[in-house]
């Protein structure tokens, strides 16, 4: 069967560059002419004393030079492709050892911090040189705690920034969500600036402030923006699985349709394909709810809240495509089962036909459809 899916791309790349191969040849033609007396047992001529012979290889090295053309053009588009993945993901390996050694950094500040107070606890007189340097430590090892976790924010929100342009999203669905991100790092910038400008002699105040910027940052916008983004990310892939069903849909129609008209009997496989519409139907829905309540999550106080019943709608509709891959495995066993039992005898006993041939392919396209499902 792949073979002869070979075959028909081959036939349909040969047939779709004949009109351009005898465009070009128009005017060697228009040359060709058959001697008319005399030519018993000489060869054909052109006016121009160019053989047929050699005409027909014009002809062939024409056809090859294109079909060279093409296959060039497929290899660069392949290279080009192989690329663009190469460098997603030398972006993505430098994104996630940046996370790394943000996440290092963050706990190697946390323990520090930790063990200075621990020790600044244990100081008997609190104006001792000890005593004093002791909290000079915790002063910087606190400003070093903060900028460790506004750069981790940061990682986390470049890694999601990095899904967002390489998911399946619609357009202006990932730019909205871009922008969202390119708001909450903003923010975070601005407060590790302030972070930034804390030193040894900064005050408990002013750690305590560039504390509560970091906080509010996070909470106020890059919190709501990585749920919010996150969620529409799995809402994306969800989209994609449907779209795919739904042009699946298409094809078994198709196929049923001409069973139908050969005169097979296809009413079980028709309420089969009945059912997997239903639960497709049923997943789109679950989406689209999905999708609306994403969009509700704009302020801290509601995005637990909405992006919970979001997901709720979320889980729903993979089930939903969950069924529908069951439902599609019964499907094309009846379509099968259909064809074997057969209720045109001469069709039966002769050779498959074309039209047989072009069914058959479009089942093993279904199949892989169906895998993805």
């Known amino acids: 069967m792949k073979r002869l899916a070979t075959i028909l791309v081959l036939t349909m790349l040969v047939l779709s560059i004949m009109p351009v191969v005898f465009a070009e040849c128009s005017t060697c033609n228009q040359k060709v002419s058959l001697t008319t007396a005399n030519s018993g047992n000489a060869e054909d001529t052109t006016d121009e004393g160019i053989t047929a012979d050699e005409d027909a290889d014009t002809e062939d090295a024409i056809v090859r030079q294109a079909i060279k053309s093409r296959v060039l053009v497929a290899k660069q588009r392949l290279q080009v492709a192989g690329e663009r993945i190469a460098a997603t993901r030398t972006r993505y390996q430098i994104t996630r050892a940046n996370y790394a050694a943000a996440k290092e950094n ?191 999550a704009d302020t801290p106080d509601e995005v637990d809240t909405v992006m919970k019943q979001a997901n709720e709608y979320m889980r729903a509709a993979h089930t939903d495509l969950k069924e529908a891959h069951t439902i599609l495995k019964d499907l094309l066993r009846a379509i099968r089962d259909t064809k074997q039992a057969g209720t045109q005898a001469s069709e039966s006993e002769s050779d498959s036909s074309p039209a047989e041939e072009a069914e058959e392919e479009e089942e093993t396209e279904s199949e892989e459809d169906e895998e993805e499902l």
């Open 106 to 296: 963050y706990i190697d500040a946390k323990q520090k911090i930790v063990a200075a107070r621990t020790r600044l606890r244990e100081c008997e007189d609190g104006e001792s040189e000890e005593c004093v340097q002791l909290r000079q430590n915790i002063r910087i090892h606190s400003k070093d705690f903060l900028i460790s976790s506004a750069d981790k924010v940061l990682n986390v929100l470049d890694k999601i920034k990095e899904r967002i342009e390489a998911s399946e999203m619609d357009e202006e669905t990932k730019q909205e969500q871009l922008a969202d991100i390119e708001e909450a790092i903003a923010e975070i910038e601005d407060a590790r600036a302030v972070i930034e400008d804390l030193d040894e002699e900064s005050t408990d105040e002013e750690i305590r402030e560039a504390t509560q910027t970091i906080r509010d940052a996070w909470r106020r916008t890059a919190r709501v923006a990585a749920k919010r983004a996150v969620g529409r990310l799995a809402n994306a892939k969800i989209h994609s699985i449907i779209i795919r069903s739904e042009k699946l849909e298409t094809k078994l129609e198709t196929m049923l349709e001409r069973l139908d008209e050969q005169g097979y009997d296809i009413s079980a496989a028709d309420e089969y394909l009945d059912d997997f519409k239903a639960e497709i139907d049923s997943a789109k829905e679950n989406y689209d709810k999905a999708k609306e309540k994403y969009q509700e």
